[in-house]
Nanobody, 126 residues
Framework: QVQLRESGGGLVQAGGSLRLSCVAS????????MGWFRQAPGKEREFVAT????????VHADSVKGRFTIARDNAKNTVYLQMNSLKSEDTAVYYC???????????????????WGQGTQVTVSP
């Protein structure tokens, strides 16, 4: 049974940092691309970052480029999202997701992902 469990969210002031973690279980972690997405109240879910199974390739959304960094530790079945210089517009529920295919490239479209975590709330105060 595939499980994705996010943690690390919270309340932070603008300019601060948070590191999100997503621990995976129920599948061979190092065979799948992982992604982070977010959804703010009243808005569509949006892509944040993705990393391929061997960490060779990453893609970050333009809105977070230079501030957020995705990484993974295959030995720990964990994908991370380091978030620096946070802004109020980063406030959202953040979700990690696992790709539908085995060993694909990077994937920025949500339809490329088959499994999603429950999400962790990130709130950035002005």
């Amino acid at each position: 049974q595939v499980q994705l469990r996010e943690s690390g969210g919270g309340l932070v002031q603008a300019g601060g940092s948070l590191r999100l973690s997503c621990v995976a279980s129920g599948f061979t972690f190092n065979m799948y691309t992982m992604g982070w997405f977010r959804q703010a109240p009243g808005k569509e879910r949006e892509f944040v970052a993705t990393i391929t199974w061997g960490s060779a390739d990453t893609v970050h959304a333009d809105s977070v480029k230079g501030r957020f960094t995705i990484a993974r530790d295959n030995a720990k079945n964990t994908v991370y999202l380091q978030m620096n210089s946070l802004k109020s517009e980063d406030t959202a529920v953040y979700y990690c997701a696992r790709s539908r295919q085995v060993r694909p490239g990077t994937a920025v479209d949500g339809s490329a992902y088959a499994y999603w975590g429950q999400g962790t709330q990130v709130t950035v105060s002005p």
